[in-house]
C-alpha cells in the first residue's frame, strides 16, 4: 500500500512537471514569435523614405561620376596641378562612396553602378579631347560644374533628409565637396 501510494505521488509529481515543462515550452515558442516581429520591425525601421533614399542614390551617383571622370584625367590630362586634383578626386571619392555603400547595405538600397547617361556623353567627349583642351574640359565640367550641382544637391538633401545615418553621409560629404569647388575654382581661373 505504502508502495501504491508513492508510486501515485510520482505519477502525479511527473504529470505536473510535464504540464510545466509544455506550458514553459509555449512560453517560450510565444515571447519567440514577438522578438521574430521585432527583428521584421528593426529591418522596417531601417527602410528609408523615398527621399531618404533618392538622397542616398544620388551620393553614389555623383561619388561613381566624379571616379570615373578622374580616371580618365589621370591617363589624359597634360598639367600636374590637373593630375594631382584627378588622384584627389579618385581617392576622396572612392572614399565616399565606401562609406555610401555600407549605409546603402545596412538600409536594403541597391545603389547605381556606372556613370549615368550625362557623364557617360561627358566621358566620350573628354576621351576626344586632348592636351590643354582635355584640361580645361575636365576641370571646367568634373571639377566646377558637376561640384556646384553635388553641393546644391547635398545642401539641398540635407535639410529634408530624415534618417540619422543618410544624413550623416551628406553633413560629412558636403566639406568635402566644397573644399574640391574651391580647389577646382582657383585652378580654373
Not at 515550452?25 to 523615398?50: M, R
Not at 565640367?141 to 556646384?148: L, Q
Not at 539641398?156 to 560629412?172: F, G, H, N, Q
Amino acid at each position: 500500500m505504502q508502495m501504491n501510494k508513492t508510486l501515485k505521488g510520482l505519477l502525479a509529481l511527473s504529470a505536473v512537471v510535464t504540464v510545466f515543462s509544455t506550458f514553459s515550452v509555449q512560453a517560450q515558442t510565444q515571447t519567440s514569435a514577438p522578438q521574430g516581429g521585432n527583428a521584421e520591425q528593426t529591418i522596417a525601421n531601417n527602410k528609408l523614405s523615398a527621399g531618404d533614399e533618392k538622397a542616398l542614390k544620388d551620393m553614389a551617383q555623383a561619388n561613381i561620376n566624379e571616379i570615373a571622370a578622374a580616371k580618365i584625367a589621370l591617363n589624359k590630362a597634360q598639367s600636374a596641378e590637373v593630375k594631382t586634383f584627378a588622384q584627389k578626386m579618385a581617392g576622396d571619392h572612392g572614399d565616399a562612396l565606401t562609406k555610401v555603400k555600407a549605409v546603402a547595405k545596412q538600409k536594403g538600397v541597391t545603389l547605381p553602378t556606372e556613370p549615368d547617361t550625362k557623364h557617360k556623353a561627358m566621358a566620350t567627349k573628354l576621351e576626344k579631347q586632348s592636351g590643354g583642351a582635355f584640361d580645361r574640359m575636365y576641370m571646367e565640367n568634373a571639377g566646377v560644374k558637376d561640384h556646384k550641382m553635388v553641393l546644391s544637391t547635398l545642401k539641398s538633401d540635407a535639410m529634408k533628409i530624415k534618417d540619422p545615418d543618410v544624413r550623416a553621409l551628406a553633413e560629412a560629404h558636403t566639406p568635402v565637396v566644397e573644399q574640391h569647388l574651391k580647389s577646382a575654382e582657383h585652378m580654373a581661373m
